[in-house]
């Protein structure tokens, strides 16, 4: 068993309407299924108020634009749209609004994507498993083996009522038989996995390994000027693409975490890019090229390689150097989705090149959905960047819009899907919010908790105020002002504040008996100044730099003074106490929601928020500990710090 969550359509009492019209004679997929969500999720009733019709109009051009509207007139809903996606989304939406009581005489609003490309990217292993998966184990893969099955459909179901266009199946670190996706070992199966989800308008996508040919009897090099290998891909593309006709291309990791790429040979990223994009362009594929390309063997020792500069130094030279159909996929900040980072500098220096967004839906550092983390406002934050910081920018603007959004997957084979069922608000969210990068966050969680929760009044509200503190929340309890990368190393869950400290990745804080952060202005790597000039210049001074990232871009005193008016060291303190603090109070407010929902999903998540209590108290004391042990400087207030 398995929960339908937003597409429960007995969950609420089901919306009546007079009748369903469908003015398309189309019966592409598409449309079918369109008609066939309508059918299902509303009940037909002469006394109702509303008629609901689907019309497809063309507005005269070639624009297949996904675009779509809703309009009602005298008691009928009009769902419209030149596009037969359109129609599907007009046709989710549409049922959202009947479920959710908010359609009337006098609705009218246009509807229109943010982006053209609305991602997934799966991490999912041939095995089964998932990397940073928190929510059971992959239900695209088993034993090597490629599932289809009824929670296939689902999934595709899921994904299209939230407007998501593309999917890729499997992790980015392509090894193993996961390297032969690509060989008629797989063509089959792919196929049937691809047609489910190409029926609901998502382009199927795999993720390559770069030393392919090597591994699967072609030449034994991946030099990407080498004639031999690049007429292997050629040869390669062009059977992948006799056999998987609605593949949309590849998602690729080269030269990161031990990952092969073109650096082996002496090449550049684009390079390394390009010829898989020149390969690729006969059959209308994309590559999409991660940017997430850094130095994994550093020296602790060494303060000058900066993990932070790594993709800006790799890719900004090579601004307007990509393929046209090369899309560079870069994380939304310069690390490695911590709870709290700056936007990555990249955003700002390729404005010449395809770029697209990569979030993190799966908790990795965000709790592992064990935690609530409500994600969406920060993506929103970054989303809105250009906005925020315009007196910064100086007419510098985001590039973000112009290709793409893609987000790393939370979803398992879980009976909720993502571990927590608030989690899945992350996933709900995501989809909407790359449709609409202004979507209001907490309309989504309202949405969510009515429709998989079917909470209303103030339970609702309770819970919803809930999920938009959690963000702010957990950056109280976790790693202070900025510094990331306080986690139990490896697993990532937890605290080990010196877990990374010595180690290879490139992730410390340099806490010593003075002071704590990392130095990234001129007197250090200067990463800084990877921005634009006021934006750099802004978080090089530290009486400028936001409180919430101080000790990302500077080394300071435990006694410096924020902008807060608190020192370091007792924001340090207060943050904690106030973060586990909260999340006690989480857990009190879960436990007053008893008998308001199904006692499945409260005894489920009531657990989940006792874990997380225990969880912030362990980072709370550990973190209070460590810095009062290395700095001796008490708590103005008093409050129990063990020694
Ligand atoms: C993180 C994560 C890895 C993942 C990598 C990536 O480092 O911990 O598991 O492979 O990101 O984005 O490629």
Known sequence: MYSKLWLDYERLPKAKVKSIQFDSNEESSLILHAKEELRQALDIDSEADFSVSLTQESNGDTDKSEAFSIEVKDHSAKIQSSSEEGLLYGAYECIKLLRLGALADGFKKNYVPSTPLRMINHWDNMDGSIERGYSGKSFFFRDEKIIVDERTEMYARFLASIRINALCFNNVNVVGPATELISSRYYEDLNKLFEIFQSYGIKPYLSLNY???????????????????????????????????????????????????????????ADGANMLGRAIAPFGGKIIWRAFVYNCQQDWRDHRTDRARAAYDYFSPLDGAFEPNVYLQI?????????????????????????????????????????????????????????????????????????????????????????????????????????????????????????????????????????????????????????????????????????????????????????????????????????????????????????????????????????????????????????????????????????????????????????????????????????????????????????
């Open 211 to 269: 030393a392919s040919s090597m591994e699967l009897g072609g030449p034994n090099t991946a030099d990407p000027y080498d004639p031999e290998h690049i007429s292997w891909w050629e040869e390669k593309m062009a059977e992948i693409y006799q056999n998987l006709p609605s593949l949309g291309g590849f998602v690729v990791k080269a030269d990161s975490e031990g990952r092969p790429g073109p650096f082996t040979y002496g090449r550049n990223q």
């Open 331 to 643: 994380k939304n900040g310069p690390i490695d989705f911590q709870v709290r980072e700056p936007i990555s500098p990249l955003f700002f220096a390729m404005a010449k090149t395809n770029l697209i967004l990569e979030c993190q839906i799966a908790q990795e550092y965000t709790g592992q959905q064990i935690d609530l983390c409500y994600l969406l406002p920060m993506w929103k934050e970054i989303l809105n960047f250009p906005a925020d910081m315009a007196s910064h920018t100086v007419g510098q603007r985001v590039a973000i819009p112009s290709a793409g959004i893609a987000a790393v997957a939370n979803t398992g084979d879980d009976w909720n899907w993502t571990g927590h069922i608030l989690a899945g608000a992350n996933f709900y969210g995501f989809g909407l919010l790359a449709w609409d990068f202004d979507v209001d966050e907490k309309q989504v969680a309202e949405e969510y908790l009515s429709l998989v929760l079917g909470l209303e009044g103030p339970a609702l509200a309770k819970v919803k105020d809930m999920m938009l503190m959690s963000w702010p929340t957990m950056e109280k309890y976790t790693a202070p002002l900025g510094v990331g990368f306080m986690v139990t190393p490896h697993y990532h869950y937890g605290p080990n504040i010196d877990g990374y400290e010595y180690d290879r990745w490139g992730t410390y804080h340099r806490a010593d008996w003075k002071g704590i952060g990392i130095d990234r202005t001129e007197t250090g790597t200067d990463y800084a100044h990877t921005y634009p000039e006021a934006l750099g210049d802004m978080y090089a001074d530290p009486e400028k730099c936001p409180d919430n990232l101080l000790l990302f871009f500077h080394h300071v005193p435990y006694t410096h003074v924020l902008q807060s008016g608190k020192t370091v060291i007792q924001h340090i303190y207060d943050s904690h106490f106030e973060g586990y603090a909260e999340v006690l109070a989480f857990l009190e407010t879960w436990n007053s929601l008893e008998g308001q929902m199904d006692d499945d999903i409260f005894l489920h998540t009531k657990e989940r928020f006792e874990r997380q209590a225990a969880n912030a108290r362990e980072w709370c004391d550990q973190i209070n500990t460590y810095f009062y042990r290395k700095c001796g400087i008490p708590d103005e207030k008093g409050r129990k710090i063990y020694t």
